[in-house]
């Protein structure tokens, strides 16, 4: 347990930071899950009859949508004849009133919950629609909770990071090895516009789901290229990483902007967004891919070969190669994977925006670093944990999504992020300072010697 | 203050020290003054001539922190008879470990006191303490019979006290002048005046009789030419006590003839040296008095004359030592490496010789005479211009160190913290690493394996370790070098080349290795070692070759009747 702490002492600043965003966004909410749905229908029933006109709203795309299906459906279940369900904007709610006063119903009830019974329309409907003043609101028991860590905001933050945690997974075993890949913003870019012209050469919208696929694929092969290429660069002719990789920035732009004329591409197929805004099982496909991608990563950089020399060449590249560590081969690996895993951001980002557009990434590949940096990895190579840098991702996401909450302007949140970003690796440097000299911890048989 | 602007390095503070005719007591006379009164000083001496007079404000050396509760009514010079340096009753402990247990130490004016004892004895923490980079649980400092309190390195500075550490503290790529006066620049208007610290830094060196160039570049001098920079920078500052910490340890032998003469120049002028060497030949030649730590404690002082070596060693391990070198011959088999006509630019030319199994060869010369590169090409950490490997017999196409340890040869560098460990990684993971393929299981290592074999390896060398997950920079030296060996027995290879196997160790971590070679060569193992000790060199090897500019300059077959001349004079090419 306290080895996992010291590993991974970052885990306490982001509860921290999950702490202090829960308090400031503690307000009173209207549940709107499945439990809402049920004491809806418990109160429905027991205060209107049967043949009452009960109108179950929800608004489109939001959580209340399906709360309003649901309710709609238990309610037909228990026998209601006279149940009308809207989903979609206040604008469509205004139209289904009109017809019903049009139509002189006697409206007994509206249900819903979440943020629905802010609506204007709901909240003034006793001055707009005189005839239905006798119709009442029904709604669940409002709760405290705090806005942060309601379902669907974390799963907000959780979109947002995605793309730059899967990129840190290959920025950590570049940074391992004491290198520096400045070219992965430019490469979600060029992946991006490479796999949807590649799905638009395959048929644009009426393509079918295997051509996303392939144009998945082309885009990550492609950034996979080129990382080899800086790679090569770097592993053979000893030009520095800063600099090798400045120039396939700027070169990997260039080209998506050539190969596209500067244009989006939006002739996809439908089954783009699968990847970024589908769902498995009910859980997002994105957060699968997450969970996956860093145990595996986790996984080799701790208990396979490749991944201990990574961290020799880091350490000591010649003591490395003296003790037969094939170093070359490994720099070339490194580069190549952040690539690649710049490659599969693409893809992500393109599935998440359904398009691909050659200025996507831009400034990313700092906040990667930032991210590895923040993880607690050291850019003097040697030192690092894959697990750190998904922590550090997240402190990132999550301090940019509170401040959002709180409604911060974004030139502050810029401010507070870069702070923010120091501080962390400020307590870092404190912290494994003293666990560097053990015998300011009270470690035994660690005395200096002579 | 304003006695701060008149630190040491003003214009007028030299020429007094440069000069230093009057003696050793009016030299240090002057350097209290200015220590506990330099405002005052310069009110009443601004022709900066030679102070021994009276001062009548030395008050305000209190808040300095230097002199602290010290008590003194003028600067007149004072008892010549009380040592330069005493240190009484030093202790010092970190959380769990006594590293200092109420150890005292004498130094007097033109002493050289030399401070021996094992790696983790407590010379390091006792040198952190004069130094002011440690402060004593309890204990005492006394400079020239007075009470003196170090609390931090520039209190020692001001104290008179410089530390030439192993490591030196120079800037590569600032001129040997800017080197001296870093820090301290003597400047004009804002503008430094190089005219006239190029004069005092020649002084400077004239003082111990070396010739340097003021205008190169530190990067590009000799590891000797830096160390005698470092003491110009330390006399610079007027210390009164020089400590050295191995520093013959990266000097070739006429380096360290050099450095003797400069010592010895020192000593003449009244300074006070505390000489750390794990050599103790040097110790033997340069010193006036050892003084020996073991486990932290003050074992025992002795006038040079009054002990013999095996007594000192004796000493210094707690335990009777039968012989430095306990060599046994093994028997010698077949032929398992021979090289020939290997050659690469003008660092190694034309070199072949062969091991056979079993057999020791060790490979003398001074430094620069091109051994290490030759064990580099035939390992192919470098690349050869031409030359043929063979091992076993068979012919062995070497490019890089992998192919090196596939035909079962590694090499144990010269420079371990350089090139033979990775600092910041564990004892298990730096032992690992060229073992994976052995431990590997697929793509996977098999930490159970390779844990087990690790905690086998540091049993049976005996690594001092808190645990297998204690990384390596935290080891003291002869234990990193374990980890080293470790690391490569772990193989099982059949050529191992040792690079200077015992350099800055302890006797009884050199012993251990010693008898680890002997245990190789009786396993039928061809063992080649590179030694710049010539009595080790002597003692443990078979058949010696002795190499020059990069060729091999004589192969000595009867090492039993070799002497340490013969092997220097073909090693100089005479």
Redesign the interface.
């Known amino acids: 347990m306290r080895r996992t702490l010291n590993n991974y002492g970052m885990i306490l600043v982001l509860l921290a930071l999950c702490l202090l965003f829960s308090l400031l966004t503690l307000k009173r909410q209207v549940p709107t899950g499945s439990a809402a749905a049920k004491e809806l229908v418990a109160r429905i029933v027991d205060g209107f009859g049967e043949r009452d006109v009960i109108l179950v709203v929800g608004a489109v795309n939001k959580d209340t949508a399906p709360l309003a299906e649901e309710t709609g459906m238990l309610l037909r279940q228990r026998g209601f004849s006279n149940v009308r369900v809207v989903v979609g904007t206040p604008r469509d709610l205004r139209l289904k009133l009109d017809r019903i006063t049009a139509d002189g119903e006697k409206l007994a009830a509206i249900a819903t919950g979440g943020d629905v019974i802010r609506w204007g329309v709901i909240e003034q409907l006793p001055e707009k629609f005189p005839q239905l003043a006798t119709c009442r609101l029904v709604a669940p028991q409002s709760r405290l909770w705090p806005t942060f860590l309601k379902r669907s905001n974390l799963l907000a933050i959780v979109d947002r990071i995605i793309v730059i945690a899967i990129i840190a997974i290959g920025m950590t075993m570049v940074i391992i090895t004491a290198g520096i890949d400045l070219s992965v913003g430019s490469l979600i870019a060029l992946s991006a516009v490479a796999a949807t012209l590649t799905m638009k050469a395959l048929g644009g919208a009426s393509a079918s789901g295997a051509a996303v696929w392939l144009g998945f694929l082309a885009g990550i092969l492609c950034c996979g290229l080129v990382g080899c290429g800086s790679g090569l660069l770097v592993a053979y002719f000893k030009v520095a990483p800063f600099i090798v990789t400045l120039g396939v920035m700027m070169m990997a732009r260039g080209l998506a902007f050539l190969l596209t004329g500067g244009f989006s591409i939006y002739q996809v197929p439908e089954a783009l967004p699968w990847l970024g805004q589908g769902r498995s099982l009910g859980v997002p496909n994105t957060v699968i891919l997450l969970i996956g991608l860093f145990l595996a990563a986790h996984i080799f950089m701790t208990?396979?070969?490749?991944g201990?020399?990574i961290?020799?060449v880091g350490?000591?590249e010649?003591?490395?190669?003296?003790?037969?560590?094939?170093v070359k081969l490994v720099i070339v690996f490194v580069y190549a994977v952040s690539a690649l895993c710049a490659g599969l951001g693409g893809c992500i980002q393109a599935s998440q925006l359904n398009t691909g557009t050659p200025s996507m990434g831009v400034m990313y590949e700092l906040y990667v670093i930032a991210a590895v940096v923040v993880g607690g990895t050291s850019l003097s190579g040697?030192?690092g944990r894959v697990l750190g840098t998904l922590i550090g991702a997240f402190i990132i996401s999550v301090i940019q999504n509170g401040m959002n909450l709180l409604g911060m302007e974004s030139y502050t949140q810029q401010v507070v992020l870069g702070t923010v970003i120091l501080a962390a690796v400020l307590l870092d440097k404190a912290r494994s300072s003293r666990s560097?000299a053990?015998?300011l911890?009270?470690?035994?048989?660690?005395?200096?010697?002579? | 203050m304003g006695g701060r602007r008149w630190g040491r390095g003003s214009g007028w503070r030299i020429p007094p020290a440069v000069s230093g005719e009057g003696g050793p007591a009016a030299e240090i006379g002057v350097e209290d003054l200015d220590r506990t009164a330099g405002l005052a000083y310069n009110e009443f001496c601004p022709s900066g001539g030679h102070g021994s007079g009276t001062v009548a404000t030395v008050d305000d050396f209190g808040p300095r922190g230097a002199f602290k509760g010290h008590t003194v009514d003028s600067g007149v010079s004072h008892d010549s008879a009380a040592p330069l340096l005493e240190m009484r009753g030093i202790s010092k402990s970190?959380?769990?470990?006594q590293?200092l247990a109420n150890v005292s130490l004498v130094l007097r004016r033109g002493e050289v006191l030399a401070l021996v004892?094992e790696?983790?004895?407590?010379?390091?923490?006792?040198?952190?303490v004069l130094g002011g980079a440690h402060a004593p649980d309890s204990g005492t400092l006394w400079r020239d019979g007075r009470p003196t309190h170090i609390a931090t390195p520039a209190a020692a500075r001001q104290a008179g006290v410089s530390i030439i550490y192993q490591e030196f503290n120079l800037i590569p790529d600032l001129t040997v002048r800017e080197n001296i006066f870093l820090g301290r620049e003597q400047t004009r208007f804002g503008f430094v005046r190089g005219a006239s610290e190029r004069a005092q830094a020649a002084q400077l060196f004239e003082r111990i009789g070396v010739c340097v160039d003021l205008d190169r570049r530190c990067r590009d001098l000799s590891v000797a030419q830096q160390q005698t920079v470092e003491i110009a920078k330390a006399l610079s500052v007027n210390a009164s006590i020089l400590v050295m910490d191995e520093p013959t340890a990266a000097l070739t032998t006429q380096e360290v003839r050099r450095l003797f003469g400069v010592i010895s120049e020192l000593k003449s002028r009244g300074l006070g040296i505390i000489y750390?060497s794990h050599r103790l030949a040097e110790v033997f030649e340069v010193a006036d008095r050892v003084m020996v730590?073991r486990d932290g404690r003050h074992v025992g002082s002795a006038r040079i004359g009054d002990i013999s070596r095996d007594a000192l060693i004796e000493q210094m391990v707690g335990r009777s030592v039968e012989s430095e070198f306990p060599k046994q011959p093994a028997a010698l088999g077949a032929e398992r490496l021979r090289v020939e006509d290997l050659q690469r630019g003008t660092a190694v030319r034309g070199v072949s010789f062969s091991v056979r199994a079993g057999e020791v060869l060790g490979i003398a010369g001074l430094a620069g005479a091109g051994r290490t590169e030759t064990l580099r090409l035939v390992?192919g950490?470098d690349v050869p211009d031409s030359g043929h490997v063979f091992v076993n017999g068979k012919r062995a196409f070497i490019r890089?160190?992998?192919d090196a340890?596939r035909h079962g040869i590694c090499?144990l560098?010269e420079d371990r913290k350089?090139?033979?460990?990775?600092?910041?990684?564990c004892v298990r993971?730096n032992f690992?690493?060229?073992n994976?393929?052995r431990f590997?299981r697929g793509?996977?290592?098999d930490?159970r394996r390779e844990r087990a074999e690790s905690a086998r390896f540091a049993r049976e060398l005996q690594i001092k370790a808190?645990s297998l997950e204690?990384?390596v920079a935290?080891?003291?030296?002869g234990n990193q070098q374990k980890v080293v060996l470790a690391?490569w027995l772990a193989r099982d290879a059949d050529i191992i080349f040792f690079d200077e196997p015992t350099r800055g160790i302890d006797v009884g971590a050199k012993y251990e290795i010693y008898l680890l070679i002997n245990r190789l060569a009786a396993a039928g193992k061809a063992v080649v070692m590179i030694s710049s000790e010539l009595p080790e060199v002597l003692g443990m090897s078979d058949r010696i070759l002795v190499m020059h500019e990069g060729q091999i300059k004589g192969e000595i077959t009867d090492v039993a009747r070799a002497t340490q001349e013969h092997i220097l004079s073909m090693a100089l090419a005479r």
């Not at chain 1, 208990?303 to 490749?306: I, K, M, P, V």
């Not at chain 2, 790696?119 to 952190?128: Q, V």
Request: proline share 9%.
């Open positions: 208990h396979t070969r490749l201990r020399y961290y020799a350490g000591n010649e003591a490395a190669r003296l003790s037969g560590v094939p040697g030192s560097m053990p015998f911890t009270g470690r035994k048989g660690s005395l200096p010697r002579s | 970190f959380p769990g470990v590293a004892g790696n983790g004895a407590g010379k390091s923490t006792l040198i952190k750390i730590l390992f950490a890089d160190p992998r340890i090499l560098t350089a090139q033979g460990l990775v600092l910041a990684h993971e690992g690493l060229p994976l393929d590997a793509p996977f290592v930490g808190t204690q990384p935290s080891l003291s030296g690391k």
